[in-house]
């Protein structure tokens, strides 16, 4: 149980560290949002449309629509503009909140990480690596690039998630297949 | 499509018309925007403290709409395919675990790409519950029912790796 708990508290913190140096330090993530010189006109504008906080897909059919209405949606629109908007109402500087809460979730991937790979037995230190980065390019896929794939978010905004996920896991799993053979752990 | 689970993924808005002629007027780049933003790091950073209770919003913007599903299916399909052979690969790594070993490690696994990708998008970019709760049903049940199906096929006499020794 030791040796779960110390590898998955250090591993938490390998995965965090690399979170910090990757958005803060090195400034992985800068392409992930342009800038645009009209950003005041589109702020009032969505202001002024009076939206709950919220993501919206514009344009979209009524939420009363039919299945018929909404094909005909989708089919005017081809080739024509479209965007999804992330709205919120305020805006919360706090960061620790966050922070708190992004290090427990780190934490409970480790352990669901250890868990994964100890299923059939413990495996050897390549096993363990390897087993890591495939977890981290799995989440990858399944998350940032399905999002690519159906709803177009542009590569430039997920290209330091890939980095993310293989360096961090990388990391943590060369830990991890260390400390989990250790012959003698504590 | 079928049972509708995304329906409320994405919400509607009457103003949708007015917002779109305004952005297609405005941005001449397909991408992700950030509002509101500055040009440079450093002026990024001071203005982070001056938002706070104020406005913000993230907008991905493309000038035309392709229709076309099929490429989507397949590459969708192919990333599917690739996921499942990671999947087998992880579970694996020291042997074949028992049937419910592979359905729960599964589990954990569809659950831990859900935390680490939208729920991290959760905390640190603020992406709506609604939007996300969805893709936490789907990585459950989706892996959940892959794990049934890999628990009985990777455990049949023939397909049993041997464990790993030390």
């Known amino acids: 149980m030791k040796k779960w708990i110390i590898g998955s508290l250090v591993g938490a913190i390998i995965v965090f560290a690399w979170q910090a140096l990757s958005w803060m330090m090195l400034d992985l993530h800068k ?27 514009m344009p979209n059919s009524a939420p009363d629509a039919t299945r018929e209405q909404q094909e005909k949606v989708w089919k005017n629109n081809d080739g024509k503009p479209w965007a999804m908007v992330v709205y919120g109402k305020a805006a919360s ?30 495996p050897s230190f390549i096993g363990i690596f390897t087993g890591c980065i495939a977890v981290g390019v799995f989440s990858f896929l399944w998350g ?18 890939l980095y993310d ?8 799993g060369l830990w991890l297949g260390w400390w989990l053979r250790r012959p003698v752990n504590p | 499509m079928g049972i509708g689970l995304h329906n409320n993924s994405m919400k509607y808005t009457p103003a949708q018309d007015n917002i779109m002629s305004v952005l297609s007027a405005n941005i001449k780049e397909d991408g992700a925007y950030m509002i509101p933003s500055a040009a440079t790091a450093k002026e990024r950073q001071d203005m982070m403290k001056s ?30 395919f690739f996921l499942v052979i990671s999947l087998i690969y992880m579970l694996t790594r020291g042997g074949t675990p028992i049937l419910r070993r592979v359905v729960s490690g599964s589990v954990a696994f569809g659950l831990a790409a859900w935390l680490w990708t939208f729920y991290m998008g959760h905390i640190w970019a603020d992406l709506p519950w609604h939007m996300i709760t969805a893709d936490l049903i789907d990585s459950i ?26």
Not at chain 1, 144 to 161: D, G, L, R
């Open chain 1, 165 to 172: 996920a293989i360096i961090a896991w990388g990391l943590c």
């Open chain 2, 141 to 166: 049940v989706a892996w959940a029912l892959c794990g049934i199906w890999l628990g009985w096929w990777l455990n049949r006499p023939g397909n049993r790796a041997a464990p790993v020794s030390a």
């Open chain 1, 93 to 122: 500087a706090d960061m620790v909140t966050p922070m708190i809460w992004g290090f427990v979730i780190d934490l409970l991937l480790v352990i669901l990480m250890i868990s994964i790979l100890v299923r059939g037995g413990l």
């Open chain 2, 51 to 80: 938002m706070e209770g104020k406005p913000w919003a993230s907008v991905i913007y493309h000038s035309s709409m392709s229709g076309d599903m099929t490429m989507r299916f397949i590459r969708g399909f192919l990333v599917n």
């Open chain 1, 31 to 57: 392409a992930e949002h342009k800038y645009t010189p009209a950003q005041d006109q589109i702020m009032s504008t969505l202001n002024a449309a009076n939206l709950d906080d919220g993501t919206y897909v």
């Open chain 1, 144 to 161: 940032p690039y399905m999002m690519h794939n159906w709803y177009q978010v542009p590569w430039s905004s997920i290209s330091a998630h």
